[in-house]
């Protein structure tokens, strides 16, 4: 499985981004995909993730403001970031369940204050 993640960019707090990770590969196999970031001085933390059945979770932090969402294997899965916060600033990476867990490049992102 390939990943590649695209969408970071610059943004003021409040505005919105949307973070895509394409997949290649073995696609129909994957099981699970999920967001991480990575603030600087600090370790990858999980943002959210979705499974086959397109169950969803995240973290507290930005529960009500982040929406995942993937709608088939063949689609990338998408990070919609709104009411983005200074604190969300980091490198965003996306993953892949597939016997094995495979990793994007990071994209990203900065929220100016």
């Known amino acids: 499985v390939q990943l590649q993640a695209s969408g970071g960019g610059l943004v003021q707090a409040g505005g919105s981004l949307r973070l895509s990770c394409a997949a290649s590969g073995s696609i129909f196999a994957i099981s699970a995909m999920s967001w991480y970031r990575q603030i600087s001085g600090h370790q990858r933390e999980w943002v959210a993730g979705?499974?086959?059945?397109?169950?969803?979770n995240y973290a507290d932090s930005v529960k009500g403001r982040f929406t995942i969402s993937r709608d088939s294997a063949r689609t990338p899965m998408y990070l919609q970031m709104d009411n983005l916060k200074p604190e969300d600033t980091g490198v965003y990476y996306c993953?892949?369940?597939?016997?094995?867990?495979?990793w994007g490049q990071g994209t990203l992102v900065t929220v100016s204050s």
């Open positions: 993953n892949a369940v597939h016997r094995e867990l495979y």
């Open positions: 979705i499974t086959n059945s397109r169950s969803t």
